[in-house]
């Protein structure tokens, strides 16, 4: 696409852009973690917020590949896209991968249709996290929450501290000053660092049409089989989806503004198909990003109490 | 988002190519909601178009259920009020928030105003290139306006944004206006904040958040958001700053490879520069600036960079790469500005972590010179630091480090302090100067000192700075007082106009330029007098508080006793012993201090006098009852 801006600023060598100070932020962050931390993991969960993370991890250690393993929290509800599109990055990008199952969930029959998203997230995310956590003794988990996602996280730390037993305790959070994080912890507690906190979704957005940062084709428009159910379009990824009485899926041209279990999306009708028109569509839409998601929408300050609980 | 320019529709690469140069800026906002500040960050989040649909209408529809604006939109419940925090069980903190417009991106560092969140306010300013002081246009300068002031200059803040709000609860006045920002310029010289907008507004009617108020037609400066989307952002004053990379973690992928990762702190790198690591001195030349997007040809302060040197020199975390001929000091004690930030109290003696940089080494607080009341900034004697104190201290560290001192790089000069069993962030200061002692000791140490000098005189050194209108008595209480002092055996001397007019400054007439220089040999003097060991008077209308406060900070703590001879103009008028006052009235005399030039009075000094009720003799015996209450006159 031809950028034929009528009125760009003069490029001035001496001021870092906005993007510019953030990333350089994110990757000092990543390097302070990988310094200072024991056994640090990267949280990764498919999206486009994960997929900057990874770009960023990338660059902080160039020319060596970043010395963490990525960690995959897998609820088995996943799209399949996700599922293909983490496996070749991790392949292409020469990272260890760990994907963990909480494997009592699904000896349970945990899934979100029959026991809703509150339970299916407590137990397969939030759960499967600190299982995973605790087998392989990381004492330092990246995490891709932003602050200006939902009110709650705008108070959130980048070093955000958790007790042995994963919970947040607001009331013991760490001032941070300057560049200076404290990233020292007693045996058994844990830290979750979030290097993109400062980034806005539209910060991500150009980003990712900057960098050309691979993203899942789920965020593009395409035909796919939906059915409308309680107000949101759910795609019906695969047969493991009950349909109620007159459901029949159809296939519509939609789009998902972000990615978690397929049962828990809500896809948008959208044609933007590049990412040029997807930024398009985020800035000229009229709905914040988190109301795709049905997590927040269970009780009112929802993610306050799952944070406290121990969810990302 | 609503009502976003047709650029996004039409032309979305345009727009995006115009968003990628976008600078940032990082601002702290500074009051209490009293004044306004939730709604003035409501208005910026509101004005900059940030708000999607189903926010606004979650706006609307809690502004009619709990709005505090009779239905017309709340922008105060945008931001989370404290009200709420307290019943979410949240420690009052900092929160950051996010706004962008077509020109620049800023984030708010949002932090409570009361005095007990101190460590709130020095945390949310760490980061900030600006700070928006809010004043309630119906109250003005305030103490908390001026314990924030003091807050944003202690932590380097060059720019401040006076937003004088709810001009519309005061009829728009321009008087009011200007009557607090003289008032606020006067404090703020003190502190050393210079870089001033005073920006008169409702943020609640929005007059000039991003239109010029109809309202206000008497004031032509910028509106608030025109002024954050043009200041310049600080990050290029750390251009000019001598070239500091703290090396975060060497990157060896493999035999071949050897690179120093780091965030350049200061100044600017080339391929080809001659590099000194310190705290070991040894020297190479970069080789490689190199990136995951390629090497660079030039590299500047804000990018994390991976330096590759053309020697093997042996390097690890915590070490500083410098500019060869612009190294950075290493030293292990230091003189260094203190904020406590948890409930139990600092004692010194104890061992603590000091993290600047990337360094962490083990550190001791020696002394505390004196604590500072954040509302008046006097200075107390002190023995600990309770939470939210602020203090002057001496720091001992178990070996030495590279650093600059803060006001010239913050990165390489400021600390934070860890406790070494609980692991919390307990405190956190800006490193001012190296003292001079331990190993250091050897080398252009003056054995005899001015201890040494005042002891043999058998008094502490110390200037008693005179200050007040022409006729006010400076000359002749100094005269009185060292003839005091000098029955009493005590070495002293009185620098006045007449002695230093006819001398030293003799090259100087009375213009204002001429008045600065004169004031600041006078202090020079002073100074190398109070290093003799003496007792030294100056008698000087020193009538700008940036003189007095430039020659307190020539001096030692302690040392700079500043007397306000604080007779009313009337009565110096009325006695006019030069006929000066006379002359001024005529005219035959310009900038005369009181007359048309103004007389800055001390807020904070030492002690104040009133001669206009009582006798020379009575006011002698006051001040010398005062100065040995002081203890300024006795031998230690």
Same mark, same amino acid.
């Not at chain 1, 290097?195 to 980034?199: A, E, K």
């Not at chain 1, 709905?287 to 009780?299: A, L, N, W």
């Given at each position: 696409m031809a950028h034929t801006a009528a009125n760009t600023p003069d490029i001035d060598p001496d001021t870092l852009t906005h993007l510019q100070r953030l990333e350089a932020e994110s990757i000092h962050i990543m390097r302070e973690v990988v310094a200072e931390a024991e056994n640090p993991v990267m949280l990764y969960s498919i999206g486009k917020d994960s997929a900057v993370m990874l770009h960023l991890a990338m660059k902080a250690f160039y020319p060596a590949v970043p010395p963490f393993p990525l960690l995959h929290v897998d609820t088995t509800w996943k799209f399949r896209a996700m599922y293909q599109f983490r496996d070749e990055m991790a392949k292409k990008l020469g990272m260890d991968l760990i994907v963990h199952i909480n494997e009592d969930g699904v000896a349970k029959g945990i899934n979100p249709f029959t026991h809703g998203s509150a339970i299916h997230t407590d137990i397969m995310k939030t759960e499967g996290l600190k299982q995973a956590l605790d087998k392989y003794g990381f004492d330092v988990a990246f995490g891709g929450a932003r602050r200006d996602e939902e009110k709650s996280r705008a108070?959130? !730390?980048?070093f955000s501290f958790r007790t042995a037993q994963h919970r947040w305790d607001p009331k013991n959070q760490r001032p941070e000053l300057w560049n200076l994080y404290n990233a020292r912890k007693h045996k058994g507690e844990s830290i979750r660092v979030f290097?993109?906190?400062?980034?806005t979704e539209l910060d991500i957005w150009q980003y990712i049409y900057l960098q050309n940062i691979p993203i899942v084709p789920l965020y593009f428009s395409a035909p796919r089989p939906v059915v409308e159910r309680d107000g949101t379009l759910i795609m019906v990824d695969d047969d493991r989806m009950p349909l109620r009485a007159g459901e029949v899926p159809q296939m519509r041209n939609v789009r998902f503004r972000t990615l978690g279990c397929y049962p828990l999306t809500g896809a948008v009708e959208s044609n933007a198909s590049s990412l040029t028109e997807i930024i398009q569509e985020m800035l000229l839409?009229?709905?914040?990003?988190?109301?795709? !998601?049905?997590?927040?929408?269970?009780?009112?300050?929802s993610m306050e109490k799952k944070k406290q609980e121990g969810y990302f | 988002m609503a009502h976003v320019s047709d650029l996004i529709a039409q032309d979305i690469g345009a727009y995006l190519k115009q968003h990628e140069h976008k600078s940032l800026l990082r601002f702290i906002t500074c009051g209490s909601v009293d004044d306004g500040k939730s709604t003035l960050i409501g208005r910026l989040l509101y004005e900059s178009k940030m708000l999607f649909e189903d926010q606004l209408a979650a706006l609307e529809a809690d502004s009619k259920k709990v709005g505090t604006q009779g239905g017309d939109l709340d922008f105060a419940l945008l931001v989370d009020g404290l009200a709420a925090e307290r019943e979410q069980g949240i420690t009052i903190d900092v929160a950051y928030r996010f706004f962008s417009t077509d020109r620049r991106k800023f984030i708010v560092a949002d932090t409570p105003g009361?005095?007990?969140?101190t460590r709130n306010m020095v945390t949310g300013a760490s980061t900030a290139d600006l700070a928006i002081i809010l004043v309630d246009a119906r109250h003005g300068v305030q103490t908390q306006t001026r314990r924030h002031s003091y807050l944003v200059s202690l932590i380097g803040i060059k720019r401040v944004v006076v937003a004088i709000n709810k001009m519309d609860l005061v009829g728009h006045s321009e008087a009011t206006y200007q009557r607090i920002l003289d008032d606020y310029r006067a404090f703020a010289a003190q502190l050393g904040l210079e870089d001033i907008v005073a920006i008169p507004m409702s943020a609640l009617r929005g007059d000039n958040i991003t239109a010029p108020s109809e309202q206000m037609g008497w004031y032509h400066g910028p509106t608030l958001m025109g002024y954050l989307e043009t200041v310049e952002v600080d990050q290029k004053r750390r251009l000019q700053g001598p070239f500091r990379l703290p090396v975060q973690w060497v990157n060896r992928p493999n035999l071949d490879f050897r690179g120093f990762a780091g965030t350049i702190a200061s100044g600017v790198i080339e391929p080809g520069a001659p590099v000194r690591v310190q705290p070991s001195g040894r020297t190479s030349t970069v080789k490689r600036i190199v990136t995951a997007d390629g090497d660079l040809p030039r590299a500047i302060a804000g990018q994390s960079v991976t330096l590759v040197l053309e020697d093997e020199v042996d390097i690890s975390r915590g070490d500083v790469i410098s500019h060869k001929d612009a190294p950075a000091e290493v030293a292990d004690q230091f003189e260094a500005t203190l904020v406590w930030m948890q409930d139990e109290p600092m004692m010194p003696g104890r061992a603590y972590l000091l993290k600047t940089a990337t360094r962490t080494v083990t550190a001791t607080v020696t002394e505390i010179r004196h604590k500072v009341n954040v509302n008046t900034l006097e200075h107390l004697a002190a023995k600990q630091l309770a939470l939210n104190e602020i203090a002057q201290v001496k720091l001992s560290l178990d070996r030495p480090i590279a650093f600059d001192p803060y006001e010239s790089v913050r990165e390489t000069g400021g600390f934070i302090l860890i406790d070494r069993l609980s692991n919390a962030t307990i405190g956190a200061g800006m490193l001012r100067f190296a003292l001079r002692r331990s190993h250091n000791i050897h080398m252009q140490h003056v054995d005899v000192d001015k201890a040494a000098r005042g002891a043999m005189k058998g008094q502490k050194p110390c200037v008693l700075w005179f200050t007040g209108l022409s006729g006010a008595g400076k000359s002749t209480l100094a005269n009185q007082i060292e003839k005091r002092l000098s029955a009493q055996g005590r070495h002293t001397y009185l620098l006045d106009g007449d002695n230093v007019r006819h001398g030293l400054n003799k090259d100087l007439g009375f213009t204002e330029a001429d008045r600065v220089e004169n004031i600041r040999r006078v202090a020079e003097v002073a100074k190398l007098m109070v290093d003799a060991g003496l007792i030294v008077l100056t008698a000087f209308i020193s009538p700008f508080r940036a003189e007095r406060r430039m020659a307190r900070s020539l001096m030692e703590d302690g040392e700079f006793i500043e007397i306000f001879v604080d007779t009313p103009i009337a009565v110096t008028e009325e006695r006019d012993p030069k006929g000066l006052y006379k002359k001024a009235r005529r005219g035959e005399i310009k900038n005369f201090t009181g007359i048309d030039s103004p007389y800055e009075a001390?807020?904070?000094?030492e002690i104040r006098i009133d001669t206009s009720d009582r006798s020379i003799d009575q006011c002698v015996d006051e001040l010398m009852l005062r100065l040995r209450e002081r203890g300024v006159l006795l031998a230690d």
């Open positions: 108070k959130e !730390r980048i290097p993109i906190s400062n980034w839409t009229k709905t914040s990003e988190r109301q795709g !998601r049905v997590i927040d929408h269970d009780s009112a300050g | 009361h005095e007990q969140y001390p807020e904070n000094a």
